[in-house]
């Protein structure tokens, strides 16, 4: 009995020390207020999530079963209502300087100041008689080494005709009209490099590279005992440990399509991977309730699919639309979980084989930037004036 109860005490242990540990974690919200010139491309922002990756940190045994350490995360957020569209970003307390410091090398005209919680001007419970809301986390509809469709697609050498993919995005949001809300959260978590080895394999594997298989513990165990029975009677045979991978297919038979592939895989698993969850919540008057901003944000993720790459697609277990039986009583538990998800920005610490989507820098930066002078949503929040620095010389008392 205490073998078989082992497990679940573990489970337990590290499930209670977890949130305890959690709940000790310092957060600031900081409000990121917009210059209304910003020439900079996406990759100013790819710069900064680089950054943020420094939040990173190996955790030794003792941390983990004792302490109950996690890796640290950080939200981006993107919110759009009557009063307009802005940006927050939520970041442990700790590492407040470091990510504020990362984002004014970039855009030096920008302004961050630290803001009040805006999910508290909602109810704590919801839905509820006077509000409803409609939720959805995205997940990759290919696995994670496949890519998305990134900035680098939508630039072009003339100003003229760049695009920036997050006019779509705002563009939607600022349709929101009074006592209408939604809000797109990005959390990211750095990860280590473990999440590479899937895009090595998938390249081998397009490419017709034969790669070495790894020999299990047990299978190492048969090949010993093999050779022990054999022994009397013939020389032992071990399997070369130092295999080398086999040749790859010629590049040049692989079509066009195939060779983009390749590098699309191969840049993605070239940079820091984060841990992500992409959110979006609608939420407005029930009596009012309608579905058109929530089919507007779904067509904007759509422009970072393609067909041989990858894309978002609906998580199922996450979006608030259930099946019968108890279809109200499901739809309504749903509804409870996704806004208490989005208010307390926790990542699922506590799920067994949880795969969570990977995206990079790139993908990150795709996703949340700080639109360009080219972006020209209606209600978007910009700075009235640029605050300046005191003289160097200024004498101090």
Known sequence: MPLILL???LDFWLMAIRFKYILKIKWV???IKIPREILKTPKAMELVFAAVYSMHDSKKFVDIWWKGEVQFWATFEMTGHAGGIRF??????QFRNMIESAIYSQYPDIEIVEAEDYVDLLPAVLPNNIYDLWGNNFILAKPNAYPIQTYPFFEDITKEKRLDPLAVIMEALSKTKEDEMSWLQLLVRPVDNSWKKEGEELVSKLIGRKTKKERTVLEDLGVFLGNLIKAPFTPPVWPDDEQKEGPATNLGSLTPGERDVVAAVENKISKLGFESILRFVYIDKADAFTKSNVSSVFGAMRQF???HLNGFKFHSPTTTKADP???????YLRKRRIYDSYRWRFFPFFLKNNKLPI???EELATIYHFPTTFVEAPTLKHLDSKRGEPPAELPII
């Open 29 to 31: 919200l900081l409000e």
């Open 88 to 93: 927050y970003a939520r970041i442990p307390a």
């Open 325 to 331: 039986p108890f279809k109200a009583r499901k739809n």
């Open 359 to 361: 995206l990079n820098t």
């Open 7 to 9: 497990p679940v005490f």
């Open 305 to 307: 699919t393609t067909q």
